[in-house]
């Protein structure tokens, strides 16, 4: 049940090399990319993304969304750096 005056907590997605916003996701979007690739910790926050994860992620179960920001993200380069950090919105 959403609460009057309370809005889903939202992720920010960060590329690492100028700490640039990329975008927003739901904590949904996150779990997709969580599940999807390798973290190497529990506190590990950050991924290397290639047109190969891309696809990995794009199996179905993460959104349009996700997906677009990832591939702007991406651009042309070979890979990036990408990071999450949650953005309370309250």
Request: charge should be negative.
């Amino acid at each position: 049940m959403l609460r009057v005056g309370y809005t889903q907590d939202m992720i920010d997605l960060f590329r690492v090399s100028n700490n640039q916003l990329i975008g927003s996701i739901t904590p949904a979007d996150l779990e997709v990319l969580r599940d999807a690739l390798e973290e190497e910790s529990a506190d590990d926050r950050d991924y290397y993304i290639t047109a190969a994860t891309i696809d990995v992620v794009a199996d179905g179960r993460a959104t349009e969304h996700l997906v677009g920001l990832l591939r702007t993200a991406l651009g042309s380069a070979e890979g990036v750096d990408i990071r999450w950090a949650e953005r309370d919105s309250r």
